[in-house]
């Protein structure tokens, strides 16, 4: 069964209400943004944003902020009820592999109580018509696989972010037969995307990230795993594919309810070297050095996702391919840095993905 939306299905978001977990961070300042421009209410609830993201502090203006923390349960629950929402997007947690091995109690704290508390919330709260649960490509047993994981493969986890994410998507798993599957009209389903790329991201220990900063200060851009394997996408195409699902469980929330995978087409199936090296012809140069640690923690070697229920069932399939996703991130940070605002930047940007989007539908 296939949405019968046929992709126009964004159109639902306008004059309805959003409550969006996350909204300060990098993906959550662009789904902000692309609810606000398609006329939806949306408040936000996070952390205070970081210094550096430009993006959210430009954005905020189209949309409601509430500080805090989605570890604090009577917070959450009071954001649900204030907010009211027809559709809950929940983006908020850490989502570092690297600081997961530093910080690994805060990182089960955020990313799984924090969850159970977004359930918790969504339980105790009426009308709302669908649960978008954003975890990660993480979530899945890694077994270093030359094809794509699906949906239905173990969940698992070596590091503690992957093995949060996994837990969380067991709490959703057990809330939906628990609880949420004898509410009508409700549907509740999670996210896996692949590597997100895009303008706006300054999080540490990301290739884009630091490939921009080190080229804005001249610098090299230094690669500790450069032959890692990647499903690297533009931040527009997932973000698309959320909006495209929460529009699909509003519409018949039995069947759309579950998990689904976001990844690319084939070809943004890359190296980090891969990708470090686009950024850096998109840049206009910059040189690259292989920076090997002694003892680094471990991370995948390989990890992609199979997208091919979400391309059958929803019509999803990314846009933009690896070469343009590479090249839409640089020109954002190019723009930002010549005066553009953050916000009209991303602005741009969500323009010309919407009019790629509908030339790639199909003709009747």
């Not at 908020?92 to 359930?119: D, H, K, W």
């Not at 529009?247 to 995978?261: I, K, M, Q, T």
């Not at 399939?317 to 640089?330: D, P």
């Amino acid at each position: 069964m296939r949405a019968d939306a046929d992709r126009e299905s964004l159109e639902v978001f306008a004059g309805k209400r959003v409550l969006l977990t996350g909204d300060s961070g990098f993906k959550g300042s662009w789904l902000a943004l692309w609810l606000a421009e398609l006329g939806a209410e949306v408040t936000g609830l996070s952390l205070p944003p970081a210094p550096h993201n430009l993006l959210f502090a430009s954005a905020r203006v189209g949309f409601r902020h509430v500080d805090g923390d989605i570890r604090d349960l009577d917070l959450v629950v009071r954001a649900l009820k204030d907010a009211r929402p027809d559709f809950v997007f929940h983006l908020a947690g850490q989502a570092l592999v690297r600081r997961s091995y530093a910080e690994p109690q805060a990182t089960f704290a955020t990313n799984l109580i924090g969850s159970v508390n977004v359930l918790e919330a969504v339980r105790h709260t009426d009308g709302i018509r669908a649960l978008v649960y954003v975890t990660t490509d993480h979530c899945y047993r890694d077994r270093d696989w030359l094809w794509g994981y699906r949906e239905n493969d173990e969940l698992g986890g070596r590091d503690p972010y992957a093995a949060s994410k996994a837990c969380a998507e067991l709490a959703l798993k057990a809330y939906r037969e628990s609880f949420f599957s004898a509410r009508s009209g409700l549907g509740t389903a999670s996210a896996r995307a692949g590597n997100v790329i895009g303008g706006g991201d300054r999080a540490a220990d990301r290739v884009v990230p630091d490939a921009v900063a080190a080229l804005e200060s001249g610098r090299a851009v230094r690669l500790r795993n450069p032959a890692a394997t990647r499903s690297w996408l533009h931040v527009l195409d997932p973000l698309c594919g959320y909006l495209e699902l929460a529009a699909a469980l509003a519409r018949d929330p039995v069947h759309f309810s579950g998990a689904w995978n976001f990844g690319p087409a084939e070809d943004g199936i890359r190296s980090v070297e891969d990708l470090a090296r686009t950024v850096v012809a998109a840049w206009g140069a910059g040189r690259i050095e292989h920076a090997a640690e002694l003892s680094p923690p471990h991370e995948a070697a390989a990890l992609h996702l199979s997208s091919e229920k979400a391309r059958r069932e929803l019509g999803w399939r990314a846009i933009w391919g690896f070469e343009r996703a590479a090249g839409e991130a640089v020109r954002w940070y190019r723009a930002v840095a010549a005066g553009k605002p953050p916000a009209a930047a991303a602005l741009e940007q969500i323009a010309s993905y919407t009019h790629d989007r509908a030339a790639a539908l199909p003709r009747s």
